[in-house]
């Protein structure tokens, strides 16, 4: 007897993003997050023709929208949503995650907190002792700020690089502005001091920790199970 080959790591996000579908119900306002996990869900919501309408988080989700079809909201449209769902980057085991490597970690986060459910689809790999070592914290600031905030988090004992595409120019996010990655050697001792402590250095618009946000994730392992997890339960 062989062993079974395990998953690819898209293969699981694939699982991951359907077993999020069976959360969705027909006439609900989603939130709609980013990247390639969430690309699964909205294929599969399509798919199954679900009577849905979303706030994209970014220019690239509302593009894949409109191609499949999937109704399209704007925050200011609505009071507040049924659901949103989102990847993440990393995830420690309180459910704080870390979200940005997409750079749509704004608008994810004005999502996630109009919502009144946040799951998060991702691989079980993503999920971490302590948040900002392997994957760097993405910090989203205004151009003028990019310098002394990258003093600021220097100081403080982060390794900062601002995000480039390759050896060309910044990458500017959906909102007009450059991104700083932010690595912490050993971690992030304690997300919710650190996503106050950078949220109070003027210049930045938002950071990409999510500190009591995650309300249940849905984590995909190499055998394509799925793990459930809720904050507080284990
Ligand atoms: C985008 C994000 C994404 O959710 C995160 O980068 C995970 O992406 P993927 O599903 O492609 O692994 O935060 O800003």
Avoid at 41 to 50: C, M, S, T, Y
Avoid at 129 to 141: A, K, Q, T, Y
Avoid at 178 to 205: N, Q
Wanted: a negative charge.
């Amino acid at each position: 007897m062989t062993a079974e080959e395990p998953l690819t790591i898209d293969a699981r996000k694939r699982a991951a993003a359907l077993a999020a579908l069976e959360l969705i119900q027909d006439g609900m306002q989603l939130g709609l997050g980013t990247g390639s996990t969430v690309e699964h869900l909205l294929g599969a919501i399509a798919e199954r023709g679900l009577d849905v309408a979303g706030v994209p988080t970014s220019e690239a989700t509302e593009a894949y929208c409109r191609e499949l079809d999937l109704r399209v909201l704007h925050p200011s449209e609505v009071e507040s949503l049924d659901l949103a769902i989102d990847g993440a980057d990393e995830l420690d085991h309180a459910l704080t995650a870390t979200k940005g490597g997409g750079g749509a970690l704004l608008r994810e986060k004005v999502v996630a907190a109009m919502s009144e459910r946040f799951v998060v689809i991702a691989t079980t790999d993503k999920l971490v002792d302590r948040l900002g070592h392997s994957f760097p914290l993405p910090i989203e600031v205004v151009p003028f700020a990019a310098g002394p905030v990258t003093r600021r988090l220097r100081e403080r004992g982060y390794d900062v690089q601002l995000r480039t595409a390759g050896e060309g120019p910044a990458v500017v996010t959906d909102n007009g502005n450059p991104l700083l990655d932010a690595r912490m050697v050993g971690g992030i001792e304690d997300p919710a001091v650190e996503e106050l402590w950078i949220a109070a250095l003027p210049g930045v618009v938002e950071c990409g920790l999510f500190v009591d946000l995650v309300d249940h994730a849905l984590l995909a392992d190499e055998d394509g199970r799925v793990l459930s997890l809720e904050p507080g339960v284990s």
